[in-house]
């Protein structure tokens, strides 16, 4: 073990709610559009600064996918996941690309996202 070595991103980030490393720039958002069990979720091009998980197969809204869960390597906490292996033909654009969780993130103004009312067991 020794040193973490952080990427550095320049512009408007996402970084993580609780130690501020660095994740993602705001131009390398795919869509805004997805939803997670805690609310917003975003996909992104590219996610930088986490470790991963096992590879899973998860059922979702949009048919089989093999993911794996992407943790913040500063301070271990998951984010969000990475999509490995879309079964669905029209699901394919996603392999490759990253989720962030919105309530597991800061936004470009530093700002937090609250999970709707209805599922904040963690609040
Ligand atoms: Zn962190």
Redesign the pocket.
Known sequence: MGRLFLIDLEGDLYS?K??K?AFALVDDIISKSFQCRHGKAYLFDKVVNVSVGEKENRKMLTGMHTVVDIF?V??G?IVGWKYEIANEKSQKYKEGKFILERYKVLGPDGSEYMPPLDDAEDA
């Open positions: 993580c609780h130690c490393t913040c500063t301070c906490s």
